[in-house]
C-alpha cells in the first residue's frame, strides 16, 4: 500500500556528489512550482493512502521560499513531512536555527541530514555538525544519513560471494564513478530486484517534470499527463514493460526478454538494472525517465 510521496523539490545541488542516485549538481536544471506542488498535495489526498511526504532533491534548501510554502501546504492537508538535507545552510549552529524555526513551529517529523565523507570530506568543514545542534535545541526530530564509499568487505556471503559494504546503491552517477576495483559476478545471478516491492510499491517519487518514479528513472507514468491518483490506481506491476519483468525475474529476465546487449558481468542487481535501462531509454520514454537521472 502506498503511504509515503517522496518530492524531488528540484534537481539542482550545491554538492555534485559520486554517489548520487540522481546526477544532481549546481548546474541540473527542475524544480516544481508552488501550483505544481499544491496540485500534487490534492492528488495525494485523493489516493487516500499517503501518511508522509518528505521534501528532498537534489537540495531542497536551495528553494527555501517555496520548500517551505510546500511543507505548511502538505501540513494543511494533514500529512506528516520530513525533509532530507545535506545542511549546506548551516554556517553556524545559531544561523541554522534562523532556517530550522520557522519549519520547526509547522511541525516536522523528521530531519534526515546528509553526514558523511561524500558530502564533508573535511571533518572541520562538515555543516551538517551545526544543523543537528540547532535542530536538537529546537526539539525537532532529527537523524543522520550516512553513506560510504563502496569496498569489499573481510567476510563472504553464503554462496562464497564478497560482500560489498558502504550502502552505496550503484545506480546514477555512482555507477560511472564508484565501480573500479570492485568484483563481479556473472549477469544470470541478478534474478530479482533486492530493494524495491514493484508489485506492491509502498513509496513513490515525484519529480518536477512530472515522472512518479518507483526507483529512481524507473517510472509508473506522467502526473502532467494524467492525474497522479489515477496513475496509482490503474498501475499494475504485470502490465507494466519493465517492472514486470524485473518483478518476476529481475535484471537478467529484463534483458533476456528484450535482447538488450549488456555486459558479462557486474557489480551488484542494480548496476545490471540501471545499465540496462540505460540502453532501453529509448524503447520506453514514457517508463524511463527522465534523461537527467541517466546523467544524459
Ligand atoms: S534492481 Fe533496479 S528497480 Fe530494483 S532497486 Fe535496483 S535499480 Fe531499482
Known amino acids: 500500500m ?19 542516485f540522481v546526477y544532481s549538481s549546481p548546474q541540473a536544471r527542475g524544480t516544481f512550482t508552488l501550483d505544481q506542488l ?10 487516500g493512502t499517503i501518511e508522509r511526504v518528505y521534501f528532498e532533491g537534489g537540495e531542497a534548501f536551495l528553494y527555501y521560499p517555496l520548500m517551505v510554502e510546500g511543507v505548511r501546504a502538505a501540513r494543511g492537508k494533514g ?20 532556517w530550522l524555526r520557522p519549519l520547526c ?34 526539539g525537532m526530530p532529527v537523524g543522520a544519513i550516512s553513506i ?16 560489498i559494504g558502504g550502502s552505496t546503491m550503484f545506480r546514477g552517477r555512482a555507477v560511472e564513478r564508484l565501480l573500479e576495483g570492485l568484483p563481479t559476478r556473472p549477469w544470470q545471478d541478478f534474478t530479482e530486484c533486492p530493494y524495491e ?12 517534470y512530472g515522472n512518479v518514479h518507483l526507483c529512481q528513472g524507473l517510472c509508473v507514468g506522467n502526473m502532467w ?34 535482447g538488450a546487449e549488456h555486459s ?5 542487481a542494480c548496476h545490471f538494472c540501471y545499465a540496462l535501462r540505460l540502453a532501453l531509454l529509448d524503447r520506453f520514454p514514457e517508463y524511463l525517465a527522465p534523461r537527467q537521472v541517466y546523467g544524459l
Request: proline share 6%; net charge negative; hydrophobic share 35%.
Open 264 to 268: 558479462d558481468e557486474y557489480v551488484d
Open 38 to 47: 499544491e496540485t500534487v498535495f490534492e492528488e495525494l489526498v485523493r489516493i
Open 105 to 138: 513551529e509547522m511541525g516536522i517529523a523528521d530531519l534526515s541530514l546528509s553526514d558523511d565523507p561524500f558530502h564533508y570530506e573535511d571533518e572541520k568543514e562538515n555543516l551538517a555538525r551545526h544543523a543537528l545542534a540547532a535542530a536538537e535545541r529546537l
Open 79 to 98: 500529512f506528516e513531512v520530513g525533509i532530507v538535507t545535506n545542511s549546506y545552510w548551516a554556517t553556524t549552529e545559531r544561523d541554522a536555527e534562523l
Open 197 to 208: 516491492d514493484l508489485r506492491d510499491p509502498a513509496r513513490v517519487h515525484l519529480d518536477p
Open 2 to 20: 502506498l503511504t509515503g510521496a517522496h518530492i524531488l523539490l528540484t534537481y539542482r545541488c550545491s554538492f555534485e556528489c559520486d554517489h548520487c
Open 148 to 163: 560510504e564509499a563502496p569496498r569489499v568487505e573481510d567476510r563472504e556471503q553464503a554462496r562464497g560471494e564478497p560482500v
Open 225 to 258: 499527463q494524467t492525474p497522479l491518483s489515477e496513475l496509482i490506481r490503474g498501475y499494475d506491476c504485470a502490465s507494466h514493460p519493465v517492472c514486470r519483468p524485473l518483478a518476476e525475474g529481475g535484471p537478467a529476465l529484463l534483458a533476456t526478454e528484450y
